[in-house]
């Protein structure tokens, strides 16, 4: 079975550097054979001095989505389009109020955009260019912030209200997980909800009728994607269960038919700071004390067994984002 993948993040900048905000100095986009254990740089991007921070900026890849021939891909506060065929960039979508994007998705001739810096889903007609904003708590979408304020320029507007993530597509209706508030929204009824009490839910995928969201403290959670339903909880292990190293912050994931592929990120020392809570609902109760583990992608069967895990090199991405499994 071929097991390749691209994965989307960010490449740390040195260890006295790793302060809020500054963590990362920038984004790649990296193809990794999981059967051979093999990690190629298919595309690295620094965005350029006019649409970040000026202040060391943490620059990095977040999510993205393979269209027709090519990947729509975003940084922090652009979104990129490359060939997917040799991962060139073909244009750069750009606006003053992106913040901390963390997902893009293409349906129906629409671009989706989780601008996480300001709760909100952006969304743009391809062919007109007309834009609308979509505040995930049905709020003003300027309620905080000026509407002519260059947000690019800010290194974080945190503490978000909702702080959404994914954008999915489910019977035509988009909907975006939000982290605050533990749970999944349709954007045309936001009545319609999916709640994920397991943790603060972070990625999804859908596959066939099972609609499956990782938490940042390393559940994978399934639910019927017809009714709504939970149908399965699943609490990962890694590959010694006894260990008392904490997982490491869990956010992509690919379904195939036999397994699922989810993505772990090392902690670093400014989470403990910056996200003391979030820190103690992931650890649960391992030991914050103890090593952490590596970034590294890890393999389950669909019943949630670990079956193998691939560290990522250290010169590679060290805080993953999407997986996506390429085609032949």
Known sequence: MDEKFLISGGIPRTLGELMQGHAFK????????????????????????????????????????????????????????????????????????????????????????????????????????????????????????????????????????????????????????????????????????????EGLPHDGFLRNKDLYFTTVNGYVVVFNAETLQKTKTIKLTGANPKSRSPLGWCRGIYVDEAFFYVGFTQLRTTKVTENLEWLKAMAEEKSLFEKPAPTRIEKYTLAGLYVDSFELPKNGVYTIFNIEKISN
């Not at 606006?95 to 743009?124: R, S």
């Open 26 to 197: 920038k984004a790649e986009l990296a193809e990794i054979d999981f059967q051979r254990k093999t990690y190629i740089p298919k595309c690295t991007y620094t965005t350029p001095a006019s649409h970040c921070s000026d202040k060391k900026p943490s620059i990095g890849f977040t999510g993205f989505c393979i269209y027709k021939d090519t990947i729509f891909i975003a940084t922090r506060t652009e979104v990129l389009v490359l060939s997917s065929h040799d991962y060139s960039i073909l244009k750069v979508i750009n606006d003053p109020l992106f913040n901390d994007i963390h997902d893009v998705l293409i349906h129906d001739g629409f671009l989706y955009v989780a601008v996480t810096g300001m709760d909100a889903v952006f969304v743009f007609d391809l062919e007109t260019h007309e834009k609308t904003i979509k505040n995930v708590l049905q709020k003003d979408p300027f309620h905080r912030f000026n509407e002519n304020t260059n947000l690019n320029k800010i290194a974080s507007l945190k503490p978000h209200e909702a702080h959404p993530n994914h954008v999915f597509c489910l019977h035509d209706e988009i909907w975006v997980t939000r982290l605050k508030q533990k749970d999944a929204i349709s954007l045309k009824n936001p009545n319609k909800k999916i709640t994920i009490e």
